[in-house]
């Protein structure tokens, strides 16, 4: 809207602050979050793209109409539960005693998920970079995450002919949610 005064000069201020609207909606539509349907984001997570259904599916109010960032950050708290649910039981096993050999693998297992340095301690910072959008951030502590697991399966391998625990199991639904997130990056980084 154009204002005018006697010898028909625009006034500045209208214009600008028009211009300035008009650009940041264009910068506000152009940041909002992708939605993608849950059967594509999960073709792309190989053997257990059905499990992958079941995680996003089981999203409080729902994964269909959801943006990315939101599936990322629902499957990051699922992560953050089952590394949890991984140090309690290496706590269990821990307190239980047994083959010192196992004592080891736990103990470094346990040691490579929550230690100072460990999977769990990656979560909070791979979530700050995701509501940043700062998403090979989050694929930098995704991918310190998924070492940080392989390292305990690996050392848990070494050993499982003797050991009984259900400890594989609960890496693999590690593995698996990381796997889900990953699917989910590829999403970010196209058009």
């Known amino acids: 809207m154009a204002h005018f005064i006697g010898n028909n000069n625009i006034k500045p201020f209208p214009l600008i602050l028009s211009l300035a609207l008009v650009f940041l909606f264009f910068h ?3 940041c909002a979050a992708k939605v993608v349907e849950v059967e594509e984001i999960c073709s792309k997570t190989g053997d257990i793209s059905s499990y992958c259904e079941d995680i996003l599916n089981s999203k409080p109010g729902g994964a269909k109409g959801s943006d990315i960032d939101s599936l990322a950050q629902f499957t990051i708290e699922v992560l953050r539960s089952n590394i949890t649910n991984t140090t309690t039981f290496l706590k269990s096993l821990i307190a239980r005693g047994g083959d010192p050999d196992l004592l080891d693998v736990y103990d ?3 040691d490579n998920l929550s230690g100072d340095r460990g999977a769990l301690n990656e979560i909070d910072p791979m979530q700050q970079s995701l509501k940043a959008r700062s998403y ?3 694929t930098t502590d995704l991918n310190k ?3 940080d697991n392989a390292d305990c399966f690996n050392d848990f391998k ?3 002919l003797r050991d009984k625990s ?3 199991q609960y890496t693999r ?3 698996q949610a990381t796997t889900i997130i990953k699917a989910i990056s590829t999403f970010w980084f196209s058009n």
Do not use: H, N
Request: proline share 5%; aromatic share 0%.
């Open 28 to 30: 506000a539509s152009s």
């Open 108 to 110: 470094g297992c346990l």
């Open 136 to 138: 090979k951030a989050v």
């Open 145 to 147: 995450v998924d070492q």
């Open 158 to 160: 070494d050993a499982v």
């Open 166 to 168: 259900g400890l594989p």
């Open 173 to 175: 639904q590690i593995s």
